[in-house]
């Protein structure tokens, strides 16, 4: 089975996360359990009934947290050095060719990308496009809209 990467940080997000669900969320659903469990009839009690829905979302996402976990193979960014190349980790910023609006990203495993927090997955097009680049570099990206030109303007390892 080949390991997930994920980088250190987005390692730390996930603990923090799994962590939260652990010691907080399941306690709190599972008295909210209870508590419904109290007013009696329970074929009819909608609290009851959201509740165990909630704790069948919460342990689904503890199991998957822990075995996203325990599959990764976690790679600290700051350790690297690949003489400038995009690589996974790195944290790049890039300008529209056309438009010259720039844009950061990190690019980072399937398992944390988060475009709302620019971090695209590897596997990306923008990501496979960017990889083994260097700064100055123009790449072009096959996106579904159409292929764009991009200036490579930096590339850091944080």
């Known amino acids: ?7 250190l ?25 209870a ?8 074929k009819e009690n909608a609290e009851y ?5 909630q704790q069948g979302f919460i342990e689904g996402r503890i199991q998957r947290l822990e075995s996203t ?5 976690v790679i600290d960014v700051t350790t690297l050095n690949p003489n400038g190349k995009i690589v996974f980790g790195a944290t790049v910023t890039i300008a529209d060719e056309e438009s010259g609006d720039e844009t950061t990203y990190q690019i980072v495993g399937d398992l944390e ?8 997955a590897v596997t ?6 960017l990889i083994g680049h260097t700064e100055g570099d123009v ?20």
């Not at 976990?69 to 193979?73: D, F, G, H, V």
């Not at 990308?113 to 695209?120: G, L, Q, S």
């Not at 990306?124 to 496009?129: C, D, F, G, Q, T």
């Open 113 to 120: 990308a988060d475009i709302k927090h620019n971090r695209i």
């Open 9 to 33: 940080a987005g390692a730390e997000r996930l603990r923090e996360e799994l962590a939260q669900l652990k010691k907080v969320e399941r306690p709190q659903i599972i008295a909210a359990i």
């Open 139 to 158: 790449v072009t990206v096959r996106a579904p809209g159409g292929e764009r030109d991009f200036e490579i303007v930096g590339v850091e390892y944080r």
């Open 49 to 53: 009934h959201a509740a165990r829905e």
């Open 69 to 73: 976990l325990s599959n990764a193979q």
């Open 124 to 129: 990306s097009p923008i990501a496979r496009a």
């Open 35 to 42: 508590e419904a469990r109290a007013h009696g009839d329970l």
């Open 1 to 7: 089975m080949q390991r997930e990467p994920i980088t």
